[in-house]
């Protein structure tokens, strides 16, 4: 018997959903790339059905306790008297999901001896201590591509609300307004802009395809060049440095992983470099930018808007800057979607989790994780996510 804790955000305000706004989802057959869609045994659960606050349980309760498994949910998971802290000790698995990320740091780790299992309900492992896994030979998985696309669409989203001053404008109805001149004063046509990505993986080229059409210039910057026939085909250009796209583009999305390498990539001297009045999209992690350093930006017209669906810590803060900064179009962490049981099926039947899965396994990094990631720590700081709750 396994004692698998997992850690959700809270039900919504006004209770679990009785009804949804449409009675089916719409589901591909196969991810884009060709790789099947996970594929658990049997699901407890109708698709389509908000899974990722504590009372769904990401479907897991039946399948868990048929297997004679205890399953503990929490949404209480920051501080040290939080139920996440109490639970650890025996814990076995930890489960939890990047939008309200169960940060698993090495002092954590340590209190959790009998810990193997590290899972994230989702992409992104950066709320973990990788080099404490590492240590202790801990695996930690997640769900790759489980919802890439959802975040591609999102990113496209996000450009256009801010280059064509969307929500301002929203606002002035809202309000009874209907001030044209107020509206239009910051708003652009995203066509003939220069568009660059950090990052060509499963989002970043997603956000390319999808932008194409819009008859931009699309850029990129990786660590690993894409195959010559998709530059061909997306008409994409690759620049060897994040420093040689970003002087060159007017929007900038950020579609990389949080590791050492990435964090507090865009500091004060990288926004400098980017041409006054530039926009930056960043849906993979808060704290790949400096956080002040994107204030001061916005503050100065530098930047000219920046948009986004991930803090550091989350949740943000009440006081926050980010919550309240000049031209920004700032969501809670709200993409994305996951299918846990597989990998839990696997690791309970011995059966060997998909190398796509895998982040750290057999004390190092595996699969997934050897490919986007470096060793190392990113989870410092992470202890302010007190503060939501806090004031
Ligand atoms: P992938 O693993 O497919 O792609 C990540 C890419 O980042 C890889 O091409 C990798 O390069 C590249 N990369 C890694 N380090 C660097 C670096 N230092 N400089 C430039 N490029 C780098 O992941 P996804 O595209 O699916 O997801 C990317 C990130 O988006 C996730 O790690 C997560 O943080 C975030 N995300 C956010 C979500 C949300 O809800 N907002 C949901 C899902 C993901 P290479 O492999 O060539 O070395």
Redesign the pocket.
């Known amino acids: 018997m396994a004692k698998i804790v997992c850690v959700l955000y809270d039900d919504p305000v006004d209770g679990y959903p009785k009804a949804y706004a449409r009675d089916e989802v719409a589901q591909p057959k196969r991810y884009p790339d060709g790789q099947t869609l996970p594929s658990p045994k049997a699901i407890d659960f109708k698709p389509g059905t908000l899974l990722g606050s504590v009372s769904g349980e990401l479907g897991l309760r039946k399948f868990l306790e048929s297997n004679d498994h205890q399953l503990m949910v929490t949404s209480s998971k920051d501080g040290a008297d939080s139920v996440l802290d109490q639970e650890l000790p025996d814990a076995d698995i930890v489960i939890s999901q990047?939008?309200w990320p169960a940060y698993m740091t090495r002092e954590r780790i340590a209190k959790a001896s009998k810990l193997r299992l590290i899972v994230t309900a989702?992409?992104?492992s950066?709320h973990i201590d990788l080099q404490a896994a590492i240590d202790r030979n801990i695996t930690v998985a997640e769900v790759?591509?489980c919802?890439?696309i959802?975040?591609s669409e999102?990113v496209v989203m996000m450009i256009l609300a801010l280059v064509r001053n969307y929500i301002p404008s929203y606002e002035w109805v809202v309000t009874g307004g209907w001030n044209i001149a107020d509206c239009v004063a910051r708003s652009y046509d995203l066509e003939a802009m220069q568009v660059g990505t950090?990052?060509?993986?499963?989002?970043?080229?997603?956000v390319l395809r999808r932008l194409k059409p819009f008859d931009v210039g699309l850029h990129y910057?990786?660590?690993?060049r894409l195959p010559e026939s998709v530059e061909r085909e997306l008409n994409v250009t690759y620049h060897p440095s994040?420093e040689s796209m970003v002087e060159v583009c007017d929007v900038v999305t950020i579609?990389?992983?949080?590791?050492p390498?990435?964090e507090h990539?865009f500091n004060d001297a990288l926004i400098a470099k980017m041409k006054r009045g530039s926009y930056i999209v960043n849906?993979?992690?808060g704290k790949i930018c400096d956080r002040d350093a994107i204030v001061r930006a916005l503050e100065s017209g530098q930047l000219a808007g920046y948009a986004?669906?991930?803090w550091f810590p989350q949740p943000a803060p009440v006081d926050h800057p980010w919550r309240s900064m000049p031209h920004h179009g700032m969501t809670p962490?709200?993409?994305?979607t996951s299918l846990t049981a597989q990998t839990l099926e696997c690791w309970f039947e011995n059966r060997p989790i998909r190398d796509e899965y895998l982040i750290v396994s057999a004390g190092k990094l595996a699969g997934?994780g050897a490919?986007?990631?470096?060793a190392g720590d990113a989870t410092s700081g992470s202890e302010e996510a007190v503060r939501f709750k806090k004031g």
């Open positions: 990047p939008f989702g992409i992104g950066d790759t591509y919802n890439s959802s975040v999102h950090v990052a060509a993986g499963l989002i970043g080229s997603a910057f990786d660590r690993h994040v579609n990389c992983p949080l590791h390498e990435t990539l849906t993979a992690r986004g669906d991930v962490h709200i993409s994305g997934a490919h986007s990631y470096s």
